[in-house]
């Protein structure tokens, strides 16, 4: 179980932001703090590799990308500060959005990873010598996935050459960033063969929002996802598959996740209110909300729930 510390703070965090959420007179604009949505796709990216399904089938035939792999921006405009959640495969394209984003050249103050499954730091190989050969970019991850970063090539080069800072991160325990932009690690039970994993509570002058990728199921959590979406103003969580049996062929239970379905019907307690902050994120290539023409996507629209799309602000 969570330490009744961590839990301190995370409620700490969660009462000082709705504290926060009126605006001052003399505040930033409306977008000055935000969080804009990098990638939308499951790890392997949509189309993915070698698939002959119709979700895929067009899109490696006419070279198309359908959606970038999961991943958000932080920033602050007014100070060309921001940071960029997850280094995934797509990660030059997702960096040069934020860059055009924040209009800078620069790169991010820091990179936040969730954990070591190929969609979410693989991106890092882009800050090494084959690559753009960075100066000390600060990498935040949780203790087994700094240290798989570390011991493992070709990871440990970017560490040797000093490419990238590892800077540790502490299950539930508060980083401050510039301008008052608060970070708070969650750690989440999923597949953690090389390291734990994170999702992450990021809180602005004004608002809050919950990004959670990757679980195995809501209620393998210490915490309640519930009580968690009613405290924030938005939530982005996994939607990696719509239901069981949707990969046909394999183990589904190999590759757990919440199924939209069941996140559904889990949510389905909230107010309206609620359920309109939530809007689920890194969705496989057979999930059929990636096709505007499916039914399931059709009928999702009445849902009360959202999709994220890249690109997408959230103020904070």
């Given amino acids: 179980m969570k330490n009744w510390m961590g839990i301190w703070i995370i409620i700490c965090f969660l009462g000082c932001n ?23 796709a499951q790890d392997a990216g949509y189309p993915q590799v070698n698939c002959k399904k119709s979700c895929c089938a067009d899109l490696l035939a006419n070279n198309e990308t359908g959606a970038y792999v999961s991943s958000i921006g932080l920033g602050k405009s007014s100070s060309k500060d921001y940071y960029i959640f997850d280094a995934s495969p797509d990660f030059k394209y997702q960096l040069a959005n934020m860059q055009k984003s924040m209009n800078t050249a620069e790169l991010p103050s820091g990179i936040f990873l969730t954990h070591a499954h190929m969609g979410h730091y693989t991106g890092l190989m882009h800050l090494g010598r084959e690559a753009m050969g ?7 991850g949780m203790p087994k996935m700094n240290a798989f970063l570390s011991d493992n090539g070709p990871w440990s080069q970017l560490v040797d050459f000093k490419n990238i ?29 090389f390291s734990e994993t994170v999702g992450y509570l990021i809180n602005g002058p004004q608002k809050s929002l919950l990004f959670i990728p990757d679980i195995d199921k809501w209620d393998k959590w210490d915490l309640n996802i519930l009580d968690l979406i009613r405290e924030v103003d938005f939530a982005l969580l996994d939607g990696t598959f719509y239901r069981n049996g949707e990969i046909f062929g394999r183990d589904m239970s190999e590759i757990p996740h919440p199924f939209i379905e069941e ?26 909300l990636l096709n505007e023409a499916s039914e399931e996507y059709q009928a999702f629209q009445y849902s009360g729930y959202q999709i994220a799309k890249e690109g997408q602000i959230f103020a904070l």
Avoid at 263 to 288: A, C, G, M, W, Y
């Fill in 165 to 193: 800072a590892l800077e540790e991160l502490q299950d539930s325990v508060t980083i401050s960033l510039k301008d008052d932009l608060i970070v708070v690690p969650l750690q989440v039970p999923h597949r953690d063969e």
């Fill in 263 to 288: 996140s559904v019907e889990l949510f389905n307690q909230l107010e309206e209110t609620d359920r309109s902050k939530i809007f689920f994120i890194h969705l496989n290539h057979t999930n059929p």
């Fill in 134 to 140: 960075a100066q000390s970019i600060p990498v935040f």
């Fill in 18 to 40: 709705a504290e926060r959420k009126s605006p001052a007179k003399n505040s930033q604009t409306a977008y000055d703090f935000y969080v804009q949505v990098l990638g939308i």
